[in-house]
């Protein structure tokens, strides 16, 4: 009887330690934000319409998720919500996301950052509905993909926005602003903003059929790790393969002055050249034991020059994940993603 209940034991742990493949969902989920709470794994996407939290079976099992719609802004709100992203706040779940005030769809230029509120973060996020809390104050340009995390004990907001005064839609720049708790206690409050990073190398730009160039900095996510600090962040256009995963370091002292921050020249982080494609919009999250490093990220199994009439790229963007390993020097290994189908190991 033990050596049954020991080999059934070591059975399982073979069986469970085996191999995933990519894609980790079946379904479209665009700007995937992975969050791991208590061994579990609460996804959040674009929809669109509403905030959904996927509870995943694990990192590398999003194929049949438990699914909540945790907060659908009352008619003639709030358009176009975009890049949703979970964080635990003052031990408080928090939603922060992008949405349009007008239904102004075809222009896209109310953009902004809001904040919503779940159930205190000793609970699971997706045990409660979320209710408004507030637009982030301090930020008067277009703004989306808002992060937050702490750096040097205070807490902040990374965000893609236009830059002073160019509203072309044409260019997106990342800034920073410090982030502090409205009178509720939830963080709403920015101070000014900085800029960042620009996108300065061929690799952030597209230009359209029409001959247009787009030059684009969007979808922070931030990864702390044995002394690294940076921002991965995503350049060149979402609609096509091109889209890929730069590295901006934080190299100084100071956040929230611009000197602080380098960036890699090279793309850390593109299409595999069979597949899949359009790379991008990342976050960062950890094996259950806390011991290795996965980066979760958006791709398509099609390619794309996004000159395609229809934009077609921004369909089929599906979850896949990773491990990410560090050099010798402490900097994140980059490269392209596994193909999809191909078995890799699971998370420790
Ligand atoms: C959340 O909202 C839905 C829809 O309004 C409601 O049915 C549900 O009872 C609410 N509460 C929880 C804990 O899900
Ligand atoms: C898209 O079309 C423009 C204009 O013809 C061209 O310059 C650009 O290289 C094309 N992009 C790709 C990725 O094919």
């Not at 101070?191 to 969007?218: L, M």
């Amino acid at each position: 009887m033990k050596f049954l209940s020991l080999l059934l034991t070591l059975l399982t742990a073979a069986v469970c330690a085996v191999a995933y493949t990519n894609p980790v969902v079946d379904a479209s989920t665009p700007d995937p934000w992975m969050q791991l709470w208590n061994g579990n794994y609460y996804l959040t996407f674009t929809t669109g319409g509403d905030v959904t939290i996927y509870r995943c079976s694990s990192l590398t099992n999003c194929h049949s998720p438990a699914s909540k719609s945790v907060f659908t802004p009352a008619s003639n709100t709030l358009y176009a919500l975009w890049a949703p992203e979970l964080h635990d706040v003052n031990g408080n779940w928090y939603i922060f996301f992008a949405a349009q005030d007008h239904n102004d769809n075809s222009d896209n230029q109310n953009h902004h950052m809001y904040v919503l509120k779940g159930p205190a973060s000793t609970a699971a996020p997706d045990s409660d509905n979320y209710s408004f809390v507030a637009k982030v104050s301090g930020i008067s340009a277009w703004a989306i993909d808002g992060t937050v995390f702490t750096l040097n004990n205070q807490l902040y907001m990374v965000y893609s926005g236009w830059p002073a005064g160019d509203t072309s839609s044409l260019n997106q720049h990342l800034f920073i602003t410090q982030l502090s708790n409205d009178a509720s206690g939830a963080p709403t409050v920015g101070g000014s903003a900085v800029e960042i990073a620009a996108p300065q190398y061929d690799w952030e730009t597209f230009t359209d059929s029409g001959g247009t160039k787009h030059a684009i900095n969007e979808g922070p996510a931030f990864l702390s790790r044995n002394g690294f600090n940076g921002i991965l962040f995503s350049g060149c256009a979402s609609w096509s393969s091109c889209y890929s995963i730069g590295v901006l370091e934080f190299t100084g002292s100071d956040p929230m002055s611009a000197s602080s921050w380098t960036k890699w020249s090279d793309r850390w982080w593109q299409s595999n050249p069979n597949g899949p494609y359009g790379t991008g919009h990342c976050s960062m999250t950890t094996s259950a034991d806390g011991t290795q490093d996965w980066m979760v990220f958006h791709a398509t199994s099609t390619s794309y020059t996004g000159n395609e009439s229809g934009t077609p790229g921004w369909n089929g963007r599906l979850a896949r994940t990773q491990i990410i390993s560090f050099d010798s020097n402490g900097k994140p290994v980059g490269g392209w993603p596994i193909a999809d189908g191909s078995t890799q190991g699971d998370p420790a």
